[in-house]
């Protein structure tokens, strides 16, 4: 028979792979003999004799590829969006082959998220006191986009499952390999009621749209339960917080994958400094937290806050210049505020008093943009603070400049005044949405 198929292969040009086949007949030296005891591949899967999958053996080869893989995309000059994508499609879909092909539990599949994990602590891609559900969720949504291998499991186990159980009437191939799992009783065949139980969402009303979003609240419920990562996340749910200009840095940002690691476990509010009684080595008074240190000591308001403020004016100068057609660079670094910009379409004022008729009292917001062509005046007003003080901070510098709008508006019979904040925790910025919306008007009288 051996004879037959190498002639065979010889004729249509095919060349048989020693690794995927073996022989209990010595006699044959052009594969492996097995003794059944160990084991051959058969369809990248490893069994012994007696046609039973070493599952043991399979998972720690999967594992040893993606670690050989991971390891060799950190040693590139990628950044962290790219190498995270990177890792997704290049090491942890290796998984993917094997979900539905073997036997895997749940636990197991936990397991593996968790050696990830630690092969990402290992080379510094992430910071194991920080938020590692955060890992697995959108870049958009404050997340890293990690592709969760627990997760992906079960969307795929659910798809197959309603596969087989759709085409099961009309295909016979499809019916017998649904009875064989469900006489079995792999988790295949359980999955529905897993999800069930597992996100407390009726069985039959389970679809893919609905799974994708209930293993995001299951991360969101998990962050919300911990005290020091959940500050970050509640600022998702205010109504003048844009989560996606805040998660900016994150999506679209050029960062290296270490100092995102780095940036994600200070916003996670996690780090542990020398001494947990240590006091803030500026005034000497607070004790030493993230929170403490990015906003709330005096000592740093003229020095450090001051800088960071000035960041973002220049940030929101470069763009409002661009917009309106004054520059076309787009380099941040080198460009230079100037107090006044004026053209025949607009006048832009950075830190420069207004005059009125009348004494105003708050009368030097941080940018003043009149468009002459759209006849609109619009007044721009940052703030560094803190998350807990960000509503209060945006209001407060609303009502302050309500005065100088009123004046503004009535000395030279404008359409509209408009008073945006951006209030910033620590960088990036937490953007507000009323900013957003009135820099966007802007934007359309341009375009």
């Known amino acids: 028979m051996m004879e037959a198929v190498n002639g065979f292969f010889k004729i249509v040009g095919l060349e048989m792979n020693s690794e995927k086949s073996a022989s209990n007949l010595e006699s044959l030296s052009c594969c492996k003999t097995i003794d059944g005891i160990n084991g051959y591949r058969y369809l990248g899967v490893l069994e012994d004799g007696g046609s039973n999958v070493l599952k043991n ?14 390891t060799m995309l950190s040693k590139t000059k990628l950044n962290s ?94 019916a017998g390999i649904l009875r064989v799992i469900k006489m079995n009783k792999w988790h295949l065949a ?26 995001i609240q299951y991360l969101q419920k998990k962050i919300s339960s911990k005290a020091l ?94 917009m309106y057609g004054l520059k076309k660079a787009r380099r941040l670094k080198g460009h230079s505020v100037q107090s006044t910009l004026s053209t025949g379409k607009v006048e832009i004022r950075v830190d420069s008093t207004i005059l009125t008729e009348t004494k105003v009292e708050y009368n030097k917001p941080d940018i003043f943009v009149h468009d002459k062509v759209r006849n609109e ?18 209001v407060e510098k609303c009502h302050k400049y309500d005065l100088l709008a009123t004046n503004v508006s009535a000395l030279k019979s404008l359409l509209d005044t408009v008073v945006n904040t951006l209030s910033s925790v620590f960088h990036p910025p937490t953007e507000s949405r009323i900013f957003k919306q009135g820099f966007k008007r802007l934007r359309e009288v341009i375009l």
């Not at 007044?379 to 509503?391: A, N, P, Y």
Request: proline share 2%; hydrophobic share 35%; charged share 25%.
């Open 57 to 70: 053996r399979v998972m720690d080869s999967i594992f040893e590829n993606v670690k050989k893989r991971i």
């Open 81 to 174: 969006v790219n190498l995270f994508r990177a890792i997704n499609e290049y090491a942890l879909s290796l998984y993917n082959y094997y979900i539905g092909l073997i036997n895997i539990e749940p636990s197991e599949f936990d397991d593996i998220d968790r050696q990830i994990r630690q092969l990402l602590t290992s080379l510094r891609l992430h910071l194991k006191p920080a938020n590692k559900e955060r890992l697995y969720l959108n870049r958009k949504a404050l997340g890293r986009g990690l592709s969760s291998v627990t997760f992906k499991s079960e969307l795929m186990l659910f798809q197959f499952l309603t596969s087989l159980e759709n085409m099961s009437t009309i295909c016979l191939r499809r």
């Open 190 to 215: 359980m999955i529905a009621g897993f999800l069930s139980s597992k996100y407390a969402i009726i069985d039959k009303s389970i679809t893919m749209e609905s799974l994708k979003s209930s293993q």
């Open 377 to 394: 005046i619009n007044l721009i007003e940052v703030g560094i603070t803190s998350q807990d003080r960000l509503k209060q901070v945006e």
């Open 229 to 322: 990562h959940s500050v970050l996340f509640k600022c998702v749910d205010e109504p003048n917080v844009d989560l996606p200009a805040s998660s900016e840095w994150l999506s679209n940002g050029n960062n290296g994958p270490r100092s995102e690691a780095l940036y994600c476990l200070l916003q996670d509010r996690n780090l542990f400094f020398a001494s947990a009684d240590s006091l803030c080595n500026h005034c000497k008074k607070s004790k030493k937290t993230v929170d403490h240190m990015a906003t709330q000591c005096g000592k740093m308001l003229n020095s450090d806050y001051l800088r960071r403020h000035n960041e973002v004016v220049k940030c929101i100068h470069l763009n409002l210049c661009r």
